[in-house]
């Protein structure tokens, strides 16, 4: 039997998540570049280690518009009361971070095998590869990148493809971009679900690519992009690290395979850096087989 989940809804305050993200990583402005690690660092702040996750950013704060927070829509292990008593806690000791009141939920159901549901997801199609990897040869952005252990898969794919030592192809032509990520994406949905498909085809599709800059934490010595700073809550040196990364947005008609097993998938999310906004499944009864207008709905039903 797997355990309580919850559909939540939160407010993020921005003045407050960005002076904790100062605060926590030395005052560094390459600490706030990242809105995900704002918000991740914010969540840490408030609720350790039971910070709900995955989680995506439904509003973003429009400071002269009167709204002044990021508004957030997450699972969660815990149900809405226990993080709005987290939140009071942290507000009783001074911090606003999150507004205890903003803080809703819903109990996820249980989706059984055979269902169909729309799926909207905005996740990071990367691979973690060894520095010796033959699939690296043929790129030059690899100098772009050297200094994480992630790697585009669309670069990968490249890699598999072309003799080492080739060069990228005018306008990447020789894999498709958005077929590699989607098929990064049903691997990734593993036992739990799988993309239906009308014949030959996969109904899904990607709605969205970018290039995103990224600042995480590291281990001393970790990349020559690194910073060093004093860690306060480690009280030993640390260092962040900025670096660029994909970010697909994909919308697909899923059929839930098992069900325990797509529940731990909701609460774990879809591929990496999902404590940091990427991952969540949101989720509508299925338009029939047939990819629809989603507009921000973000509710298991």
């Not at 914010?42 to 990021?70: C, H, M, N, Y």
């Not at 990228?168 to 098929?183: F, I, N, Q, S, T």
Request: positive net charge; proline residues 8%; hydrophobic residues 40%.
């Amino acid at each position: 039997m797997s355990q309580e989940l919850y559909l939540i809804r939160m407010a993020v305050n921005l003045r407050a998540a960005i002076e904790e993200a100062r605060v926590a990583f030395g005052g560094r402005p390459a600490a706030i570049a990242d809105e995900g690690l704002v918000v991740k660092t914010a969540l840490s702040t408030v609720f350790g280690a039971e910070a709900p996750k995955p989680w995506t950013i439904v509003e973003r704060p429009q400071v002269g518009q009167g709204r002044d927070s990021f508004v957030l829509s997450a699972y969660s292990a815990l149900a809405p009361d226990a993080l709005r008593f987290h939140a009071f806690q942290r507000r009783v000791e001074g911090q606003s971070i999150v507004d205890p009141e903003s803080i809703s939920g819903i109990p996820v159901p249980i989706f059984d095998a055979g269902r169909w549901l729309d799926a909207w997801v905005t996740y990071c199609p990367t691979a973690r590869v060894r520095s010796d990897d033959p699939r690296l040869a043929t790129r030059s952005a690899e100098r772009r990148s050297r200094n994480t252990h992630e790697r585009d898969v669309f670069l990968l794919a490249l890699g598999e493809r072309l003799p080492p030592g080739t060069p990228l192809p005018p306008r990447e032509e020789a894999v498709e971009r958005e077929e590699v990520y989607l098929d990064f994406l049903e691997r990734r949905l593993g036992d739990a679900a799988s993309v239906v498909r009308d014949g030959p085809r996969r109904v899904a599709s990607i709605r969205g690519l970018r290039r995103r800059l990224m600042v995480r934490p590291c281990e001393p010595g970790y990349g020559r992009q690194s910073q060093l700073f004093d860690g306060p809550a480690r009280g030993r040196p640390r260092q962040i690290q900025s670096f660029e990364l994909p970010e697909a947005t994909a919308q697909a008609v899923i059929e839930v395979k098992d069900a325990d097993a797509f529940r731990s998938l909701l609460g774990s999310g879809v591929g990496r850096h999902n404590r940091y906004g990427f991952g969540m499944l949101a989720l509508r009864p299925s338009s029939g087989g047939a990819l629809g207008s989603f507009r921000g709905v973000v509710a298991p039903v």
